[in-house]
């Protein structure tokens, strides 16, 4: 499969930015999804996650109330609605997706996912 994230931009605290990541070639249904960022110069880090079904999803604690990921399988794409910015948010944001057989489960460490986008680059300013 392949993903290509967008949406990304340079906001002021306490603004909003929809991200978008579009799956191609493969049955988007079979994957479980997630949001990881990276800052330059350190580890990428887990966001958020979403099980192929959409109904279970799991967030990182410092993102819980201000992200919200969900999918479209219409579209073959996830999006991470991230509102109430904070300079803390600034980072490069990069989709993922895994093959799955469990359409409940959610996925929260880098190695379970084996695809990912190129990532989209968020900036907040205070």
Not at 105 to 122: C, F, I, R
Request: net charge positive; aromatic share 12%; with cysteine.
């Amino acid at each position: 499969v392949q993903l290509q994230a967008s949406g990304g931009g340079l906001v002021q605290a306490g603004g909003s930015l929809r991200l978008s990541c579009v799956a191609s070639g493969r049955t988007f249904s079979n994957y479980a999804m997630a949001w990881f960022r990276q800052v330059p110069g350190k580890e990428r880090e887990f966001v958020v996650a979403i099980s192929r079904s959409g109904g279970s999803t799991y967030y990182e604690d410092s993102v819980k109330g201000r992200f919200t990921i969900s999918r479209d399988g219409a579209k073959n794409t996830v999006y991470l609605q991230i509102d109430s910015l904070k300079p803390g948010d600034t980072a490069v944001y990069h989709c993922a997706a895994a093959v799955t057989l469990s359409s409940g489960s959610v996925y929260t460490k880098e190695h379970d996912y084996p695809y990912w986008g190129q990532g989209t680059l968020v900036t907040v300013s205070s």
